[in-house]
Nanobody, 117 residues
Framework: QVQLVESGGGLVQPGGSLRLSCAAS????????TAWYRQAPGKEREWVAT???????YYADSVKGRLTISRDSARNSLYLQMNSLKPEDTGVYYC???????????WGQGTQVTVSS
């Protein structure tokens, strides 16, 4: 059974930091393209960052220089280091894993991030 579980969300003041984690079971993160998405209240889900199986990273312009995606193959986990947080970073953050030869893409249940003073 495949399961992705996010953790690390919470309430933080503007300018603060958080580190999100996504632990996977049933699929090897190291062989997949993995990504973080977020969904703010009343808005559609948007892409935040991607790390490929080869380790190449991509970021949305709105988070470049502040958020860093990384992966630990030994722990089969994905991370999102979030620095210099802004109120507009508020939302539910989801991790996703996909691979061309898998029958579907896999999503976690999400973790809430709230940036507010």
């Amino acid at each position: 059974q495949v399961q992705l579980v996010e953790s690390g969300g919470g309430l933080v003041q503007p300018g603060g930091s958080l580190r999100l984690s996504c632990a996977a079971s049933g699929i090897p993160f190291s062989r997949a393209t993995t990504a973080w998405y977020r969904q703010a209240p009343g808005k559609e889900r948007e892409w935040v960052a991607t790390i490929t199986s080869g380790g190449t990273t991509y970021y949305a312009d709105s988070v470049k220089g502040r958020l860093t995606i990384s992966r630990d193959s030994a722990r089969n986990s994905l991370y999102l280091q979030m620095n210099s947080l802004k109120p507009e970073d508020t939302g539910v953050y989801y991790c996703k894993a996909a691979r061309a030869d898998w029958p579907r893409e896999y999503w976690g249940q999400g973790t809430q991030v709230t940036v507010s003073s």
